[in-house]
């Protein structure tokens, strides 16, 4: 049971170029989340959709965009890559869209790093 | 927006030691999870709680879901080496940010064998 995967784990993009962080998840959840963690910062929502087709804003969604392909796979792009988007990069996922009910279920991280 | 304030942020502590930790809130939240997050991984579920005065357990941890719900306390006790990680508070209030979670900004454990 892999429960929610992430890759690549690791990159390096240098300023200005594009790439795509890629989650999939295989327990037939309806909600997935991207969270970038910065030293000290804790845990910031960037974008989330409660089911599948839609998508929302969470707490610092500029410079990036998601797509929700289908209800497995949430994907998150950054369209021109800057130092400040240096960070590490998590997807999870719940059951329910009552977040409280279940809990997430988190991927283990993509480190991403702009030079 | 709402925010959880986790403290302390970071501890130093023997192994054998307990440990204490909290966050609060400005504003009622109607449930507390604990994670913890192990060096390059992701967070994990380790205790949730969803009424007031709740008090659960899990092996070694025990946390509380304060009485004026806007607080919570995880403790550890007999700390071992393998308890080094990140531990985040996260809730979810009435109303706000959709149903989604908020996290606190997390105490790293450390734990001197």
């Known amino acids: 049971n892999a429960g929610v995967t992430q890759t690549p784990k690791f990159q390096v993009l240098k300023t200005g170029q594009s790439m795509t962080l890629q989650c999939a998840q295989d327990?037939?959840?309806?909600?997935m989340y991207w969270y970038r963690q910065d030293p000290g910062m804790g845990l910031r929502l960037i974008y989330y959709?409660?089911?599948?087709?839609?998508?929302d804003k969470g707490e610092v969604p500029n410079g990036y965009n998601v797509s929700r392909l289908n209800k497995r796979e949430f994907s998150l792009r950054l369209e021109s890559a800057a130092p400040s988007q240096t960070s590490v990069y998590f997807c999870?996922?719940?059951?329910?869209?009552?977040?409280?009910?279940?809990?997430?279920?988190f991927g283990s991280g993509t480190r991403l790093t702009v030079v | 927006g709402q925010q959880l304030n986790q403290s302390p942020q970071s501890m130093f502590i023997q192994e054998g030691e307990d440990v204490s930790m909290n966050c609060t809130s400005s504003?009622?939240?109607?449930?507390w999870l604990w994670y913890k997050q192990d060096p390059g991984e992701g967070p994990v579920l380790l205790i949730a709680?969803?009424?007031?005065?709740e008090l659960t357990s899990n092996g070694r941890l025990t946390a509380q879901f304060g009485i004026t719900r806007k607080d919570s306390f995880l403790n550890i006790s007999a700390s071992i080496p393998s308890d080094v990680g990140i531990y985040f508070c996260?809730?979810?209030?009435?109303?706000?940010?959709?149903?989604?979670?908020?996290f606190g900004k997390g105490t790293k454990l450390s734990v001197k064998p």
């Open positions: 999870a996922s719940n059951a329910h869209r009552d977040s409280s009910v279940y809990g997430y279920t």
């Open positions: 327990m037939n959840h309806n909600s």
């Open positions: 959709s409660a089911s599948e087709g839609t998508t």
């Open positions: 504003s009622i939240f109607n449930t």
């Open positions: 709680l969803y009424k007031a005065g």
């Open positions: 996260a809730g979810q209030g009435y109303g706000g940010s959709q149903g989604n979670l908020i």
